[in-house]
C-alpha cells in the first residue's frame, strides 16, 4: 500500500474533516497529526528521524492511503516525488480565520504542553520553525499562509491538484477520485470539536499521559469523532 492522496493545505482548514472524508469514502487509513498520537510508540521516533532528515516514508505511511494535516502537510514536496500516482488535495480558509485559530490552538504565542508530551517537543519546535518570534504577528502570519497555498497551486501539476474550500462538499473530491458522493453531509467538525480537549493548550496545560494511555485516549476520540459524523 503507498499513499494515494497527499493533503499539502496547512493544520486547522479542515483536515481532520478531510481526513474522516477520505476514510468514509474507503481511502483510509488517512494519516493526521492525531494519528501520531495514537500510535505515538511507533511514529514518533519515525518522525523524529525524518525532521532530522533522514526520513523513511515508506515505513512512517506504512498501512496508510492518504495523509493530511501535519506533519506530512510540510513535506509535501518531497512526498510529491515520492509518491508520484498521488493526488494532491489543498485545504484552504479565509488567512484571517486560519489565523485566529491556529492563534486559540495549535500555536498559541506561550506554548503550555504539547499534544505528545514532553517526547514531543522537537516535533512541535519543527512545526512552529517558520514563524519565529512571529507567531503572533497577524499580518505575518496571514501572508505566510497566503505564499504556503499559492507555492503549492504554482508547483502541483494541475492534474494531480484539488483545490478544497469548506463550501464545496464532497462532489470535487469524489469527482478527483472517482467514487460516488455519499449520501450524507460532508464531515465539517470545527464547530462540533471547538471546545474538545485538542483545543484547550492555550487555556490550560494537558496533563501528561503515558504514551499506551496516549494512544488509547487518540483512537477513542477518533472513534467518537467518525460515530458523529456518519452515525
Known sequence: MSLSVIGAGLGRTGTLSLKLA??????GPCYHVMEIAAT????????NDAIGGSADWDRIFEGYRASVDYPGCLFWRELLVHYPQAKVILTLRDPDAW???VSETIFPVVRKGTLLGHDGLALSDFLRKDFGDRISDRAFMTDYFRCWNQS?????PADRLLVLN????WDPLCALLGLKCPDRPYP???A???KSRWQLFRRRPMPEQ???ELEISTRNYLNDLRISAFG
Open 166 to 169: 469548506p463550501a464545496d462538499g
Open 152 to 156: 503549492v497551486i504554482d508547483e502541483v
Open 99 to 101: 489565523f485566529e485559530s
Open 40 to 47: 505515538v510508540r511507533r511514529s514518533l521516533p519515525l518522525w
Open 192 to 194: 462540533r470539536i471547538r
Open 188 to 190: 465539517w467538525l470545527h
Open 22 to 27: 477520505l476514510e468514509h469514502l474507503g481511502v
Open 210 to 212: 503515558k504514551p499506551a
